[in-house]
């Protein structure tokens, strides 16, 4: 394993369990001491690792040296002796760790700090960035972009945050079930995002994170076993992962760069995959509520059971993104319907959806909005127009990859 390969795969996945099982230990509204500890044992094992080669139990090394990276913060406070009386001090004090690695009791543990994450106290946007920064490992850049946010924003959603928790003052147990249910919809949230950034990443250095979308699958699925995650919401957003993933190989050429679904080999699609994927979307429907994964799972599943991309089912896909907006009322999703209309019914009316409309600032400065303006417009022989679309959208390009998919779409 390189050094590059550490901080990009194993550290990643790695530091939402570490920090989730000692915050559990030491107290959420320690978390920032926490996530010292954490980053400060990952840059040692990264120092060391990479000189002496990997310890036999890498994880536990990792743990082994946050908890000695914590405890020693907290040895040198004033607050030393009210902290390790209060909080359970003989659960972080001398233990070794490997008990603790069990793979179930950190899966509860992570799934856990998700639900105390999803306070109702804390604003929920603030939620979502603090459990991406704290978490899923997410930096603040890569939140910026997923959400469509400034990164100063993000830094004062996640200061809010923190400084709630430190009012708060959770406990790890004790959830009732009406509180697991009310905070549900925001771990799903949690979820879909941390899936999202595995499916279209927005790191320069790679398009997909396989490792990430995998993470986001494991821990959706453990929420589908337990019984405060057990709901047709969370039975079909682990259809649209697996819908997702199993077309995941056929997504990339063998320089790495993106491929336009028409230009995609289904064979390369996991059928495994995609029959896991409808068997969730089967159980989602056993119940009388549908939700924004819903209607993503189904144009999921059209794109999947379609034989090639021209005999998609456009007048469904279209029909779902209209639920979809129905369901949560966004102008990227009446920008995808008027994607699907236009393969549906000619470029013409795909762009009569968005004739007259007034995107967001936020999505007016996003390549999303100028890209298929300039495609529409290209195809409705508006060129001038299509023009000035196209350079917006490639210069708004998050990463290279991103611009050279545009590049090749919108020139053809």
Known sequence: MTAPSLVDHFFRHEYGRLVAMLACRIGVEHTEDVEDAVQSA????????????????????????????????????????????????????????????????????????????????????????????????????????????SEANVYKRLGRARSRLRELRPKMDGLSQEQLSLRLPAVHKVLYLLFTEGYLSSSAEMALRRELCDEAIRLTNLLAEHPAGQSPETCALLSLMHLHVARMSARQDGTGGLLLLEEQDRDLWNQNGIQEGLKWLAKSAEGDSFSRYHAEAGIAAEHCLAPCFAETRWDKVAECYELLEQRVTSPIHRLNRAVAVAEWKGATEGLAILDGFEPPTWLAGSYLWSAVLADLHRR?????????????????????????????RLET
């Open 42 to 149: 990952m840059m040692s094992a990264l120092e060391h690792w990479t000189i002496s080669g990997l310890p036999d139990n890498p994880s536990a090394w990792l743990f082994r040296a946050a908890q000695n990276n914590l405890m020693g913060e907290l040895r040198q406070r004033t607050r030393r002796r009210r902290i390790l009386q209060e909080q359970a001090a003989d659960d972080v004090g001398t233990g070794d760790g490997p008990d603790v690695f069990l793979a179930g009791e950190l899966q509860d543990e992570l799934l856990r700090m998700l639900f105390v994450c999803c306070d109702d106290a804390i604003p929920p946007e603030s939620q979502l960035v603090f459990a991406l920064k704290t978490l899923c490992g997410f930096d603040v850049r890569e939140i910026a972009i997923r959400l469509f946010a």
């Open 380 to 408: 409705c022989g508006n060129s001038t127009e299509a023009e000035r679309c196209r350079e917006v959208a490639l210069d708004s390009a998050p990463t290279p990859q991103v611009k050279e998919l545009l590049q090749r």
